[in-house]
């Protein structure tokens, strides 16, 4: 039997297209709407019943059972948008069976049928209480589009509108008994009568229940292993995206990254999505554009699982809750903010109201939607104050919470049981950094809101944020967040400064904390960072300079990359720190090849957030405050400067030389060994730890297992000046165990040096990092004279004032040049 069965209205057509007035228009012929058949007539001069109030009622034969009867119908006009022939009488519909039975309803304005509008726009008519539009929702192209649709791609779908008509169903009272005729009374109103469609099943032909969960598997081996491009359809329903499902849901309670994500999925098996449909839909399964399974929806429904050849589908879902969730710090019985995710056994995202289950589709979206939630490969996280609510499955739970390095993460299994509406969860402090007198930060965050990055560090445990304005090309971020001072909360626990970060594609880029005013221009010399064909201005050491004067703080970011102009900087004293992005090995050789030459760099971490994929603080700064400074900003940057820091991408590490602290310098008379204390815990394991001096690995111990802790006590022979640091990481220390995040940064951890002055003032030179240096200067000055962007002289006033722009440009280098002479000699 045919599920959907149009009526053939042909000898009842009166008019055409002409009848819905000028500047309307109407699909006609043979038409789906809803994954309904529709038979319209395809002459555009009659192809409607049209009706108006001095019309003389017809009657359409039926002549079978009917379990329900759908109209796709419309106004010709309205006039409801004053309100007030809402509920007017259209039409009369009435349909006659075969036992004498007559059932009478009235087709009202609003109601049972309405007007489609000519630009979609309802007016204060609004759409009909009872009737459904002929257009679906529809899902937005997932990997393309027109730009102005960026901001509407991100809710991923396009209500659904009444292209044509209106469907409105009536329901057969006693479908035993078949359906004689329908006689169409009209009332007044203007309409037309486009199709009438007889449904032969026993359900409602327009989906009603709320999405339910579904979780497929592709049972071909091949399909199942090529990379994840699935799309579900349902031609008599909805479908959400779909997306990937974790390989190993099972060993995810013991994972290594616990509360910070999980390998991602990139395959196409297995997946899920979220489905409302009627029974007797059709869920069709497309993997590259090509549909390889197609599946009964009511199937599913009655048993569970339905499959076909090459795939299975099972429904996921067990019921839900509305539930209020609150995370408590179990030292203080507090609300803490914090991070969390909910997932169902199988991995099925249930974040909580107001966050994203994936953020922009995981997609990787550069600089949009960056605030409230992260992902971290599988797992899309949402920052919380410590309370949160939102849907979540009956039955078993697998919760994630997490705030930073100092907090044991909770990743276990809870039950939601029908009716519970609460959850408290309790995480634990394992380590007061802040009671030690170490305070953390993120050197380098781009995009969020200052209200954003206290919410978002609060729930890492980060005690600073670092939020930089800065420019990319035609675009500049965070201008309105600029004030010149520090943003306090929580009892000044939690700093956000918003300052800036300065750029130039080839002389590199350079942090400036604490600014008062904005050193401009932003950025300088054309692409990527600033405008397209722009000259160079200045240099990053004019920059330095204008920050220096402001009592600011001057950080190379990702050192020493782009390397153009960091050389002349360190040579001429203009950093007050390096910052170390990545686990690598050239990062490091170039860090310890300038303390080699007597060059004292402090170390900061720092995440260079620019995307949801990475969350603020993975790499942090631990600076430690002497115990008669309180905690300011200021104060903050100053012991950075001093060189009393540790990064870190997880693991808490502790040097000490003789007693002396990291940053301090430890004077001893002539040669001879130092004892050397250091160790690593870890909520993430760690597999070595490492005492590095004057660049190489002097001392070291490991476990080829991982632990949450090592240590180490060595005496370390000295011949001379030297600096002393520790690392900790993988077990192979540039093998590295990565993050989920966007880059697959290391777990590691590195200190800044404890200096040791060997008979007299501390004092390292190198010969060959000494001409290295100068050889990048060469090439800067050969760059500005020969390759940069440039003005022709006199034609432009610059933002120096200088009249000699060309020995503005140069004079710092000049000035670095001359140093690194000097100290040759």
Not at 93 to 114: A, D, L, M, P, W
Not at 169 to 185: A, G
Not at 655 to 676: F, N, Q
Request: hydrophobic fraction near 35%; charged fraction near 25%.
């Amino acid at each position: 039997m045919i599920d959907y069965e149009p009526l053939e209205l042909k000898e009842y057509l009166n008019e055409g297209l002409d009848a819905l007035g000028a500047g309307a228009s109407a699909e006609i012929g043979p038409r789906h709407f809803r994954g309904l058949p529709f038979a319209i007539g395809d002459d555009p001069s009659r192809c409607f019943i049209s009706m108006n109030g001095s019309s003389e009622p017809i009657s359409i034969p039926v002549g079978r059972l009917a379990s329900r009867v759908i109209f796709a119908h419309r106004l010709i006009s309205s006039e409801a948008d004053d309100g007030e022939t809402v509920g007017a009488p259209v039409a009369d519909y009435v349909f006659s069976q075969e036992n004498g039975q007559k059932h009478v309803v009235t087709i009202r304005e609003r109601f049972e049928i309405g007007c489609v509008p000519i630009n979609s726009f309802l007016g204060t008519s609004g759409l009909p209480f009872l009737a459904v539009t002929d257009g679906k929702h529809q899902m937005m192209p997932r990997k393309e589009g027109q730009w102005q649709d960026v901001g509407k791609r991100q809710t991923e779908y396009l209500q659904a509108t009444a292209r044509s008509y209106f469907l409105w169903c009536w329901t057969n009272p006693d479908p035993t008994i078949p359906v004689e005729s329908i006689r169409i009374v009209p009332k007044g109103p203007a309409f037309v009568i486009a199709a009438v469609t007889i449904s032969n099943v026993d359900e409602h032909p327009f989906a009603r229940q709320g999405r339910r969960e579904a979780k497929i598997t592709i049972t071909d081996p091949v399909l199942a292993a090529s990379p994840f491009d699935l799309e579900v359809e349902v031609d008599r329903g909805d479908s959400t995206f779909a997306f990937p499902l974790p390989k190993d849901p099972d060993g995810f309670l013991t994972g290594y990254h616990r509360g910070f994500g999980e390998q991602a999925n990139d395959e196409a098996s297995p997946l899920y999505a979220e489905i409302s449909a009627v029974p007797s839909a059709t869920v069709s399964i497309k993997q590259d554009g090509e549909s390889i399974a197609h599946l009964l929806w009511g199937e599913v429904e009655s048993k569970g699982t339905a499959e076909a050849s090459k795939a299975r589908m099972d429904l996921a879902d067990r019921g839900r809750n509305w539930v209020k969730v609150t995370v408590i710090d179990d030292d203080t019985g507090k609300p803490v903010p914090c991070r969390v995710h909910f997932r169902s056994p199988e991995g099925i995202p249930y974040q909580p109201h107001g966050h994203h289950n994936q953020v922009n589709s995981n997609l990787d979206t550069w600089h949009i939607d960056v605030g409230g939630d992260v992902r971290l490969g599988q797992i899309t996280y949402a920052y919380i104050d410590g309370r949160c609510e939102g849907w979540l499955p009956r039955g078993d739970v697998i919760v994630d919470v997490a705030r930073g390095f100092e907090y044991e993460p909770l990743r276990t299994k809870v039950r939601i049981e029908p009716g519970q509406q609460r959850l408290e969860l309790r995480i634990k402090r394992w380590i007061d950094m802040n009671a030690r007198r170490w305070f953390s930060g993120d050197s380098h965050v781009h995009f969020l809101s200052t209200q954003g990055a206290h919410l978002e560090s609060s729930g890492e445990d980060l005690n600073v944020v670092n939020l930089l304005q800065s420019q990319w090309g035609s675009l500049f971020t965070n201008t309105e967040d600029f004030t010149g001072r520090a943003s306090v909360i929580q009892n000044g626990s939690n700093i956000v400064y918003v300052s800036q970060e300065n750029r130039q594609h080839f002389m590199g880029h350079m942090i400036l904390w604490g600014l008062k005013e904005p050193v401009m221009p932003w950025c300088s010399d054309g692409p990527a960072e600033a405008e397209i064909g722009g000259h160079m201005e200045t240099t990053l050491a004019h920059w330095a300079d204008e920050a220096h004067a402001q009592g600011a703080w001057v950080i190379n970011p990702h050192f020493p990359n782009p390397n153009g102009e960091p050389a002349a900087l360190v040579a001429t004293g203009r950093l007050d720190g390096v910052e170390m992005l990545r686990q690598t090995r050239p990062n490091h050789l170039e860090y310890y090849r300038y303390l080699n030459c007597g060059y004292r760099l402090p170390l900061v971490g720092g995440t260079d957030k620019m995307s949801s994929d990475v969350p603020v603080g993975l790499y942090r700064t631990y600076a430690l405050l002497p115990n008669d400074q309180d905690f300011t900003y200021e104060n903050w940057c100053r012991s950075v400067a001093g060189g009393r820091t540790f990064l870190s991408g997880g693991p808490i590490i502790h040097l000490s030389v003789e007693g002396k602290e990291i940053g301090d310098t430890l004077a001893i008379s002539g040669r001879g060994s130092v004892e050397v204390e250091a160790w690593t815990e870890s909520i993430l394991p760690v597999f070595s730890l490492e005492i590095v001096q004057n660049g190489r690995v002097v001392a070291r111990t490991e476990s080829r297992s991982g632990s949450r802790r090592l240590e180490l006590k060595e005496s370390i022979r000295i011949d001379g000046h030297s600096w002393i640091a520790a690392r900790t990481g993988a077990f192979d220390y540039f093998d590295i165990v990565p993050h989920h995040d966007v880059w697959n940064r290391g777990v590691f951890a590195h200190t800044s040096p404890i200096y040791v002055a060997c008979g007299g003032e501390w004092d390292m030179f190198d010969p060959a990092t000494a001409q290295y240096m100068l050889t990048l200067i060469e090439g800067d000055l050969a760059y500005i004279t020969e390759t940069a962007g440039v003005r022709s002289p006199g034609s432009v006033t610059h933002r120096h004032g200088e009249d000699d722009h060309m020995a503005y440009l140069q004079r710092p280098f000049l000035e670095a040049r001359d140093a690194i002479l000097n100290r040759m000699r």
